[in-house]
Every structure is written in structure tokens, then in C-alpha cells.
């Protein structure tokens, strides 16, 4: 409707001039409607650009909203793999106990007295990270791996500290644990988990080749794992 409005002002504008109206008063009513025009189109040009800001800001929100849902999902699914492996840690400890002969710990609670006190150390630690007391559980499992070199928990204590470090962020030293693992403790039931978590480790470097290489080293080498799903997933994002 405006534009048919200000299309037969222009008509009229645009007769006036062609049948010469060439006395001071039209000439002046046709400037005043020539300047109406331009207000006019000066106006719906206003509005075009406010629109098309609008629009863009509502493109820009939702692109940001999909991306924070995006980054919600991946966080939630990070934090269910640290609940995860701490369970499995634990769970490991529990059959480990559950199978060891009653027999066996010995009839001399002078032999019984070594284990007990491994068992409150690294429970210990344990529990300062539930707690998420990191730096009081990474030093707890330090002193357990010095006063206890043999123990057969060394592969747990170290996961443990790599997912401390891991959770504070600091990659790099979360790094040093779990490659402690892989060399150390090729055949530990943490070999696996410390692996994904390696390369979840150099991603947040943002070392994402070598993060892509040690991913696709456990979908290849360990298909069907749940650790080789959560790597295939890594690849699927880093690709995508």
C-alpha cells in the first residue's frame, strides 16, 4: 500500500512538472511532495535495516543456543566417563578383594598390618577425589605410589591422578600419569581407559592431530569397546 502511495505521488510530481506548472506555489507543493517522498523512502529504508538486523540477531542467538546445547551435551557425557572410570576403578578393587582366598591374609596380623595400611592410603585418596579435593587426592596418591612401589594398585592410583589433573584442566601434567600407564602398565585393565583419556588429553591441548591419530589408534586397535565408541564419537566431532 506504501509503495502504491508513493508511486502515485511520484506520477503526480512527475505531471505537474510536464505540464509546465511552473508558478511559485505548485512548484513549492511539488517540492514539499518531493520531500515527502524521500521521508518516505527514507523511512521503509529504516525499517528494512532494522528488520534485516533483527533477523540476524535471532539467526546469531539460535546458531549460539545450538552451540551451547552442543557444548552442554558434550560436558554432560565428559562428566558421566569420569563417573564411569572412577567406578570401574573401584569396581576392579572390590573383585580383586572378593577374590583373594580367605587363607591367604595370612594368620600373623603382623603380616595382615602392610595391607590394611595400603588399603586406608588409598582409599584415602579416594575419597579426597570424590570430594573433589584434587590437590590433596593427587598428593595422596603420590605418597601411596612411593610407599607402596609393588602394590598392585599402582595402575589405579595413577589413573586416578591423571583424572585430578584432567579435571583441573591441566592436561599436560593428566598427560605424564596416563603415558606412565601405557609404558609402564601395558597389561592393567586401566591400559584402555588411560589411553582414551591420553587422547582426550592432547585434544584439550588442542593438539588435535595428534589427538585424531590416538583416537583412531583405539577404534582400530579396540573395535567393539566402549572406549573405542567414545573415540569413533571424538572423530565424528573433531570432523564435523
Known sequence: MQIRTLAASA???????????????ELKKVQQELGDLKMEVFKMRREMEDANRRAEAERSAASESRALDRRFQADLQESLRQLQDGTRVLNNRLGA???QPRGSRGAAPAEAAPSTEEDKAFGAAVLDYNRGNYDI?????????KAHPTSARRPDALFFMGLCRYNQKQHDKALESFDRILKDHASSSQFLPAKLKRAQSLLRMSLKP????????????????????TAEQELNDLNG
Open 11 to 25: 506520477a503526480l510530481a512527475t505531471l505537474m512538472l510536464a505540464v509546465g506548472c511552473t508558478s511559485g506555489e
Open 137 to 145: 587426592a593427587v598428593e595422596g596418591f603420590d605418597l601411596f605410589l
Open 210 to 229: 595428534a589427538a585424531a591419530k590416538a583416537f583412531r589408534e583405539i577404534v582400530d586397535g579396540f573395535p567393539g569397546t566402549p572406549e573405542a565408541r
Open 97 to 99: 578383594l572378593n577374590t
